[in-house]
Nanobody
Framework: QGQLVESGGGLVQAGGSLRLSCAPSGSSTSVNSAGWYRQAPGKQRELVAAFTSGGTTNYADSVKGRFTISRDNFKNTVYLQMNSLKPEDTAVYYC?????????????????WGQGTLVTVSS
């Protein structure tokens, strides 16, 4: 437990699209909340998009209207759809999930980070 699997990064031209996905690598029962963050070279990690356990969704101003965070409750997977990508979106993207699972001690919640996936947008 405690591991997340991220995928979907890559190289894309400006104006293109990518979809990132993130899911617990082990068994899980549900995702409570999630966030996507990014860190560009020489910059601090910043929040890109997130949803709370109450269902509130928020986005960084720089990605509003272009990025969409979503979830598949059956697969316990969280996605980040990125459209109209710009060179300034180039960064390593990390997911953060708070999810539930069953342990030998009963139901538990865990907060975990993905390993990061590189998104490169060429001009």
């Amino acid at each position: 437990q405690g591991q997340l699997v991220e995928s979907g990064g890559g190289l894309v031209q400006a104006g293109g699209s990518l979809r990132l996905s993130c899911a617990p690598s082990g068994s899980s029962t549900s995702v409570n909340s999630a966030g996507w963050y990014r860190q560009a070279p020489g910059k601090q990690r910043e929040l890109v998009a997130a949803f709370t356990s109450g269902g509130t969704t928020n986005y960084a101003d720089s990605v509003k209207g272009r990025f969409t965070i979503s979830r598949d409750n059956f697969k316990n997977t969280v996605y980040l759809q990125m459209n109209s990508l710009k060179p300034e979106d180039t960064a390593v993207y990390y997911c953060n999930l708070n999810f539930n699972y069953y342990s030998v001690y009963g139901p538990r919640a865990l907060d975990a980070w993905g390993q990061g996936t590189l998104v490169t947008v060429s001009s």
